[in-house]
């Protein structure tokens, strides 16, 4: 099979041992961001429309932090072949977790204040900060382990 067609078989793109993980870590990471960025512009015009998007962007962000973790898992154990799990590699599942939790719990906070109408607590925006820190540390050693980074 050549090159081309090879691109092109679905056994080669489904099959693939890492490559879903390389393809759907980019969603969570948009949707947060893009949510995040929703939010503080919707808090800055007082724009409810926009907190509203900032709301659901945050929420597909959180439940789709679910596959790429699974995928990760299977992109270790398959492509990485199960090595120890030790210096970048390390270093990107931790913040993975951190990831994926920090995102789960900015959700669950901002879902609280909806359900309440309670004022948006002082802490969230630190918070958010360290999210979208430990989201971008994570996505860079991400590119070093795919050879992206130089690595």
């Known amino acids: 099979m050549t090159g081309v067609a090879k691109a092109f078989d679905p ?3 489904l ?16 949707l947060f961001i ?10 800055w015009t007082r724009r409810a429309a926009l907190a ?7 929420l597909i962000a ?11 898992l299977l992109a270790w154990r398959f492509q990485l072949e199960g090595q120890r799990v030790k210096g970048i590699l390390l270093l990107h599942l931790a913040l993975g977790g951190t990831s994926s939790a920090m995102i789960w719990v900015v959700w669950w906070v901002h ?8 004022p948006v607590p002082g802490y969230l925006r630190m918070v958010e900060v360290a999210a979208i820190v430990a989201v971008g540390l994570t996505g860079h050693l991400g590119g070093f382990l795919s050879g992206v980074n130089g690595g």
């Not at 099959?15 to 948009?30: C, M, T």
């Not at 509203?52 to 945050?58: K, M």
């Open 15 to 30: 099959l693939a041992k890492h490559a879903q993980h390389v393809v759907l870590v980019h969603f969570p990471i948009a």
């Open 34 to 43: 893009t949510g995040e960025a929703l939010d503080w512009a919707g808090r």
């Open 52 to 58: 509203e998007a900032a709301y659901y962007n945050l």
């Open 111 to 118: 879902f609280r204040v909806r359900r309440q109408a309670a």
């Open 62 to 72: 959180a439940v789709s932090t679910l596959p790429v973790i699974a995928t990760g």
């Open 11 to 13: 056994g080669t793109v």
